[in-house]
Protein backbone atom coordinates (compact mmCIF):
# COMPACT_ATOMS: atom_id res chain seq x y z
CA UNK A 1 0.00 0.00 0.00
CA UNK A 2 3.02 2.28 0.68
CA UNK A 3 4.55 1.31 -2.74
CA UNK A 4 1.11 2.83 -4.31
CA UNK A 5 0.90 5.94 -1.92
CA UNK A 6 4.85 6.95 -3.70
CA UNK A 7 3.52 5.95 -7.22
CA UNK A 8 0.27 8.85 -6.22
CA UNK A 9 2.80 11.17 -4.70
CA UNK A 10 5.62 11.10 -7.86
CA UNK A 11 3.05 11.45 -10.66
CA UNK A 12 0.66 14.03 -8.77
CA UNK A 13 4.57 16.33 -8.18
CA UNK A 14 5.32 15.60 -11.78
CA UNK A 15 1.70 16.94 -13.10
CA UNK A 16 1.98 19.83 -11.06
CA UNK A 17 5.56 20.66 -12.58
CA UNK A 18 3.72 20.14 -16.20
CA UNK A 19 0.85 22.64 -14.81
CA UNK A 20 3.17 25.23 -14.07
CA UNK A 21 5.56 24.98 -16.83
CA UNK A 22 2.73 25.42 -19.01
CA UNK A 23 1.34 28.53 -16.90
CA UNK A 24 4.71 30.03 -17.05
CA UNK A 25 4.94 29.82 -20.76
CA UNK A 26 1.38 30.95 -21.56
CA UNK A 27 1.41 33.87 -19.44
CA UNK A 28 5.25 34.49 -20.97
CA UNK A 29 4.26 34.10 -24.56
CA UNK A 30 0.94 36.50 -23.63
CA UNK A 31 3.14 38.89 -22.48
CA UNK A 32 5.57 38.44 -25.47
CA UNK A 33 2.85 38.81 -27.92
CA UNK A 34 1.34 41.66 -26.50
CA UNK A 35 4.49 43.78 -26.41
CA UNK A 36 4.59 42.86 -30.34
CA UNK A 37 0.88 43.70 -30.43
CA UNK A 38 1.11 46.80 -28.32
CA UNK A 39 4.02 47.89 -30.75
CA UNK A 40 2.31 47.17 -34.01
CA UNK A 41 -0.90 49.31 -32.37
CA UNK A 42 -3.54 46.75 -32.93
CA UNK A 43 -6.64 47.80 -31.54
CA UNK A 44 -7.58 44.64 -29.15
CA UNK A 45 -4.21 44.26 -27.50
CA UNK A 46 -5.38 43.97 -23.84
CA UNK A 47 -7.91 42.03 -25.19
CA UNK A 48 -5.55 39.32 -26.47
CA UNK A 49 -3.09 39.60 -23.33
CA UNK A 50 -5.69 39.26 -20.70
CA UNK A 51 -7.12 36.03 -22.20
CA UNK A 52 -3.62 35.03 -21.83
CA UNK A 53 -2.79 35.93 -18.62
CA UNK A 54 -6.16 34.18 -17.86
CA UNK A 55 -5.44 30.87 -19.47
CA UNK A 56 -1.69 30.86 -18.10
CA UNK A 57 -3.19 31.19 -14.42
CA UNK A 58 -5.88 28.90 -14.74
CA UNK A 59 -2.36 26.14 -15.79
CA UNK A 60 -0.78 27.36 -12.66
CA UNK A 61 -4.44 27.37 -9.99
CA UNK A 62 -4.55 23.63 -11.79
CA UNK A 63 -1.16 23.21 -10.49
CA UNK A 64 -2.29 24.26 -6.68
CA UNK A 65 -5.54 22.36 -6.69
CA UNK A 66 -3.45 19.24 -7.37
CA UNK A 67 -0.93 19.99 -4.89
CA UNK A 68 -3.70 19.50 -2.32
CA UNK A 69 -3.75 15.94 -2.68
CA UNK A 70 0.39 15.35 -1.13
CA UNK A 71 -0.06 17.94 1.56
CA UNK A 72 1.09 16.57 4.43
CA UNK A 73 0.04 19.01 7.08
CA UNK A 74 -1.85 22.25 8.27
CA UNK A 75 0.78 25.35 7.28
CA UNK A 76 1.11 23.67 3.91
CA UNK A 77 -2.55 23.22 3.41
CA UNK A 78 -3.11 27.08 4.91
CA UNK A 79 -0.11 28.75 2.48
CA UNK A 80 -1.78 26.38 -0.76
CA UNK A 81 -5.14 27.27 0.23
CA UNK A 82 -4.24 31.11 0.60
CA UNK A 83 -2.68 30.76 -3.06
CA UNK A 84 -5.31 29.37 -4.41
CA UNK A 85 -7.73 32.14 -2.71
CA UNK A 86 -5.41 34.80 -4.92
CA UNK A 87 -5.50 33.07 -8.00
CA UNK A 88 -9.07 32.81 -7.93
CA UNK A 89 -9.28 36.31 -7.11
CA UNK A 90 -6.51 36.97 -10.31
CA UNK A 91 -8.66 34.90 -12.35
CA UNK A 92 -12.27 36.42 -11.59
CA UNK A 93 -10.68 39.75 -12.11
CA UNK A 94 -9.36 39.30 -15.36
CA UNK A 95 -12.26 37.03 -16.56
CA UNK A 96 -14.27 40.23 -15.45
CA UNK A 97 -11.90 42.79 -17.43
CA UNK A 98 -11.91 40.58 -20.77
CA UNK A 99 -15.99 40.92 -20.52
CA UNK A 100 -15.32 44.58 -20.47
CA UNK A 101 -12.95 44.95 -23.09
CA UNK A 102 -15.03 42.80 -25.38
CA UNK A 103 -17.78 44.65 -25.09
CA UNK A 104 -16.23 47.68 -25.72
CA UNK A 105 -14.12 46.38 -28.37
CA UNK A 106 -17.24 45.38 -30.36
CA UNK A 107 -19.02 48.37 -29.48
CA UNK A 108 -16.35 50.55 -31.19
CA UNK A 109 -16.65 48.05 -34.33
CA UNK A 110 -20.23 48.54 -34.69
CA UNK A 111 -19.64 52.00 -34.45
CA UNK A 112 -17.09 51.91 -37.08
CA UNK A 113 -14.42 53.48 -35.03
CA UNK A 114 -11.04 52.14 -33.64
CA UNK A 115 -11.24 51.53 -30.06
CA UNK A 116 -8.06 53.12 -28.33
CA UNK A 117 -7.94 53.11 -24.41
CA UNK A 118 -4.94 52.59 -21.76
CA UNK A 119 -2.66 50.41 -22.86
CA UNK A 120 -3.83 50.61 -26.81
CA UNK A 121 -2.63 54.18 -28.36
CA UNK A 122 0.70 55.64 -28.20
CA UNK A 123 1.95 59.11 -27.75
Known amino acids: MEYLEDILILVTRAAILIFECIG ?3 ITFSGLQGIVNYI ?3 PNTRLILAKGLSMGLEFK ?3 EILRTVIIRDMSEI ?5 IIIL ?3 LAVLI ?3 IK ?3 EEYEFSHQRGEEKEGPGDSRP
Not at 78 to 82: D, K, Q, R, S
Open 24 to 26: VGV
Open 40 to 42: RRK
Open 61 to 63: LGG
Open 78 to 82: IMVGA
Open 87 to 89: RTI
Open 95 to 97: NWE
Open 100 to 102: NEE
